[in-house]
Antibody, heavy 120, light 107 residues
Framework: QVQLVESGGGVVQPGRSLRLSCAAS????????MHWVRQAPGKGLEWMAVIWHDGSNKYYADSVKGRFTMSRDNSKNTLYLQMNSLRAEDTAVYYCARDRGSWSTATDYWGQGTLVTVSS | DIQMTQSPSSLSASIGDRVTITCRASQDISNSLAWFQQKPGKAPKSLIY???SLQSAVPSKFSGSGSGTDFTLTISSLQPEDFATYYC?????????FGQGTKVEIK
């Protein structure tokens, strides 16, 4: 069965960096686009970024463009989100989600999320 | 950016009720519309893609319709496990954007 497990969350000071990981199993990871979506406490869902199946294209929300970098290692079945220059407003649960296809369409499976708290 | 507006923001309904949630896009998104269900403390669950196609293992009491700018999610007969927050999302253009959510509560 498809499984996505995020890790790497925690408490970090403003301005610092953090890297999230999403370990995928139960499907051929290299064939699917992947997304990051976040949810601030008590708020709605915010799409962050997508990476195509082969890593050839990436798109970001304006709120994180230039600060966050999405990448993937298809040999390790793992997705990453490098978050730099973190701000208090980046505090959220971060979810990885699988795209239904190789590029960027609708998502189908989601991980359980990892909480990032940006606070001094 | 395409704005997605859901209505209502919340609703109260009884077991067995038919419930309809509306999602409106600020511009034409064809049928590039997905619906999600989220229960408190849990990850979102994908329900519908391409406006009206059910994700695998999603019960047929859920249905979606619409194209262009106006879309609906219908739950044919509300059950206790359906009380949750529902989100729409467009994937016609970047950035992908979500509606603000509709909370379905027990009357």
């Amino acid at each position: 069965q498809v499984q996505l497990v995020e890790s790497g969350g925690g408490v970090v000071q403003p301005g610092r960096s953090l890297r999230l990981s999403c370990a995928a199993s139960g499907f051929t990871f290299r064939n699917y686009g992947m997304h990051w979506v976040r949810q601030a406490p008590g708020k709605g869902l915010e799409w962050m970024a997508v990476i195509w199946h082969d890593g050839s294209n990436k798109y970001y929300a304006d709120s994180v463009k230039g600060r966050f970098t999405m990448s993937r290692d298809n040999s390790k079945n793992t997705l990453y989100l490098q978050m730099n220059s973190l701000r208090a407003e980046d505090t959220a649960v971060y979810y990885c989600a699988r795209d239904r296809g190789s590029w960027s369409t609708a998502t189908d499976y989601w991980g359980q999320g990892t909480l990032v708290t940006v606070s001094s | 950016d395409i704005q997605m507006t859901q209505s209502p923001s919340s609703l109260s309904a009884s077991i067995g009720d038919r419930v309809t949630i509306t999602c409106r896009a600020s511009q034409d998104i064809s049928n590039s519309l997905a619906w999600f269900q989220q229960k408190p403390g849990k990850a979102p669950k994908s329900l519908i893609y391409s406006a009206s196609s059910l994700q695998s293992a999603v019960p047929s009491k859920f249905s979606g319709s619409g194209s262009g700018t106006d879309f609906t999610l219908t739950i044919s007969s509300l059950q206790p496990e359906d009380f949750a927050t529902y989100y729409c999302q467009q994937y016609n253009s970047y950035p992908r954007t979500f509606g603000q959510g509709t909370k379905v509560e027990i009357k």
